[in-house]
């Protein structure tokens, strides 16, 4: 690691941290970055959909020290829903009010680094990189607009959708370092103008000092788990994308296998359906578990036998996953079932679990007997595979010492 210490922006309109949402990939790596002695300003907005508490704003700019580097909070309209237009105008409006931090900030940047999904405030954060003569990183996260394209069903000639793809052919021709935590991401990148030299993959993580933190699971929760059965688990959002219609359709198949049993830990907008669909089937093997907190997902997962983690049978995942969930998974040194038929799979890169194809309860059902009739030790195995792998590849400090040396290596 460099001893030359640098200054960076990362904007980020829907950065965190954990006690105003999930904290995530860029306040762990910003943390991270701190403590290597390199000054840190996140710039997120105030409102957004993902927030579940909400940052004390004193200003239309509000700098909250956290952890060794600021964040910047801009004041933005509130909005709740995902697709509300407020949340769209809010694109626009961010990226505009941004400019203003060139006066507010006593740090000059060397880098300013722009993340998706949505492409719009790239503008902002280049008039920034401009303005300073910094260097200019360009994050993707999430493809937009291929996603909104290929998942969402939006025609690619509306308007708004060629501006973004406008936006993002920009970005990949005039950004000095692109990078992504989807590994594949590179094909489709240098199909839109991207010079293959300037693409960098670099994961989600997961932070060794938060689940070394060994936080117990809440008393609540802890009884509400089966004693003395096979647990196979999923904690997250319980939503249409994490497939889990797949996991309870398998479940119906081995239903007859008394010992085994589902736990799905979250919340989401498809949880009554879920349940209701449970229900429909008479299910007595899958069990429902409030969100715990993200310290507590270690102490949760620690009881289970097997993770799940299930995707949709879609085109879009030929470039590769970056579920936060998949380094914690690994880290519990738990096999895992996943249901999976894309790109750069790390279950079956590094064998830390088994693999059936998506969307394929058969399938699936099939794995999961196959995963409870293996030994004590074959299983250990496969948990100590996604272990030593998570140590090695998803530790956010080697993953902040990446980015630094993607970003500034010339």
């Known amino acids: 690691m460099t001893n030359i210490k640098k200054t960076i922006w990362v904007v980020h309109q829907y950065a965190s941290t954990p006690e105003t949402g999930m904290g995530g990939r860029h306040f762990y790596l910003s943390r991270e970055?701190?403590?290597?002695?390199h000054k840190v300003y996140v710039i997120a907005a105030s409102s957004n959909h993902l927030l579940h508490t909400q940052p004390v704003i004193t200003g239309p700019y509000t700098f909250e020290k956290t952890e060794g580097f600021t964040f910047v909070w801009v004041k933005m309209p509130q909005y709740t829903e995902a697709h509300s237009k407020q949340r769209a105008f809010n694109w626009f409006l961010f990226s505009w009010k941004i400019r203003a931090l060139i006066r507010l900030i006593k740090d000059k940047p060397d880098a300013v680094l722009y993340s998706s999904p949505s492409p719009v405030a790239f503008l902002g954060a280049q008039y920034l990189a401009k303005y300073f003569a910094a260097k200019l990183v360009f994050e993707v996260r999430d493809i937009w607009p291929l996603t909104l394209t290929e998942i969402g069903g939006y025609s690619s000639r509306h308007p708004f959708v060629r501006l973004m793809q406008w936006i993002e052919d920009k970005a990949y021709h005039e950004s000095d370092c692109v990078i992504s935590n989807l590994k594949n991401s590179v094909?489709?990148?240098?199909a839109h103008g991207l010079e293959r030299r300037k693409f960098n993959w670099i994961a989600n993580g997961f932070s060794l000092e938060e689940v070394n933190s060994c936080v117990p699971?809440?008393?609540?929760?802890?009884?509400?788990?089966?004693?003395?059965?096979?647990?196979?688990?999923?904690?997250?959002?319980?939503?249409?994308?994490?497939?889990?219609?797949?996991?309870?359709d398998a479940a119906e198949r081995v239903k007859d296998e008394k010992d085994i049993v589902f736990v799905l830990v979250g919340g989401g907008k498809e949880k009554a359906a879920l349940q209701k669909e449970v229900d429909a089937k008479r299910l007595n093997n899958v069990v429902f578990i409030e969100t715990i907190p993200k310290i507590e997902i270690q102490s949760m997962l620690s009881y289970f036998d097997v993770c799940y983690i299930g995707w949709l049978k879609n085109d879009l995942y030929r470039f590769g996953i970056a579920a936060n969930k998949i380094p914690e998974y690994l880290y519990s040194g738990k096999p895992i079932l996943h249901s999976y038929s894309g790109a750069c799979d790390p279950v079956k890169q590094f064998s830390a679990g088994i693999v059936s194809g998506a969307q394929d309860p058969k399938g699936l059902s099939e794995a999961i007997l196959k995963i409870y009739n293996l030994t004590d030790s074959e299983r250990q195995e496969l948990g100590e595979n996604g272990h030593n792998a998570a140590l090695q590849e998803y530790n956010y400090k080697a993953l902040a010492e990446k980015l630094f040396k993607a970003i500034f290596s010339d």
């Open 187 to 190: 094909e489709h990148m240098v």
């Open 33 to 37: 970055l701190a403590k290597q002695g």
């Open 217 to 248: 699971l809440n008393c609540q929760s802890r009884n509400q788990l089966p004693r003395n059965k096979f647990l196979i688990g999923y904690t997250g959002s319980l939503g249409v994308a994490n497939a889990l219609y797949t996991l309870i």
